[in-house]
C-alpha cells in the first residue's frame, strides 16, 4: 500500500497579521479624532480628559497662560487645518452670555457639543465638556473629518462630529472639546 505523505499545513501568519493591522488602522489613530491636540503648546495644558472606546469617544483639553495674547486665533486654526480640521464656523459670545452655559446643579459646561434645544437639564455629565472659560470668548466650529451618532434621532444616523475650540478674547485661555461615535 502506498502512503502519499501530505506536506504540513501552512499558516498564514503574514496575512493574518495584514488583516490585523488593516483592521487596526481602520479604527483611525489610537486616542481619537483630537489627540494630536497633546501637540500644541503643551507646556501651557492645565487639565485634560479623554475616554476613547472601540465605538466612540469623547476628549477635552484646557490650555491656560499668564500673558495675554498666547492663544492667536489665526494661529489655533492654521494648527487645527494642517491636521485636517477645516474650521467653518466663527461665533463669539460674551461673558454674560458664556456665564448662561451651566447645567441644572449650576455647574459650568461647554453646550455646543450637543443641540441647544435639549436645555440644561440634559447634561448629566458635565466632565464630559466642562467650561473652563468664563470671558468673552471665540469659538471655533470644526469638521473634525470623522462622525457620530445624530444626538436628535434625524436621518441620517450618523452626522459630522464636529470639534469646538473655545478661545478667551484676550488671548490667555484656550479649550478643545470633541465627541465622536456612539
Not at 500644541?40 to 480628559?49: D, P, W
Not at 486654526?77 to 461665533?91: I, L, M, N, P
Not at 454674560?96 to 448629566?124: A, C, H, N, S
Amino acid at each position: 500500500m502506498n502512503t502519499v505523505r501530505m506536506p504540513p499545513p501552512r499558516t498564514h501568519s503574514g496575512a493574518i497579521l495584514a488583516v490585523c493591522l488593516v483592521g487596526a488602522s481602520a479604527c483611525g489613530p489610537v486616542g481619537g479624532a483630537a489627540r494630536f491636540w497633546n501637540g500644541y503648546r503643551s507646556e501651557f495644558i492645565v487639565a485634560q480628559q479623554s475616554d476613547q472606546g472601540p465605538w466612540g469617544g469623547w476628549r477635552w483639553i484646557q490650555w491656560r497662560a499668564d500673558s495675554p495674547g498666547t492663544f492667536q486665533e489665526s494661529a489655533v486654526r492654521a494648527f487645527a487645518e494642517s491636521k485636517g480640521w477645516k474650521c467653518v464656523q466663527r461665533d463669539e459670545y460674551s461673558a454674560k452670555e458664556v456665564g448662561t452655559w451651566v447645567t441644572w446643579k449650576g455647574q459650568p459646561i461647554f453646550p455646543l457639543l450637543e443641540p441647544m434645544d435639549r436645555g440644561p437639564d440634559y447634561y448629566q455629565q458635565p466632565e464630559r465638556a466642562p467650561r473652563h472659560i468664563s470671558s468673552d470668548s471665540v469659538v471655533l466650529k470644526c469638521d473634525s473629518g470623522w462622525m457620530r451618532s445624530d444626538p436628535v434621532g434625524h436621518d441620517p444616523d450618523l452626522v459630522t462630529a464636529y470639534g469646538f475650540i473655545h478661545l478667551g478674547q484676550d488671548g490667555r485661555e484656550m479649550a478643545v472639546y470633541h465627541l465622536w461615535g456612539e
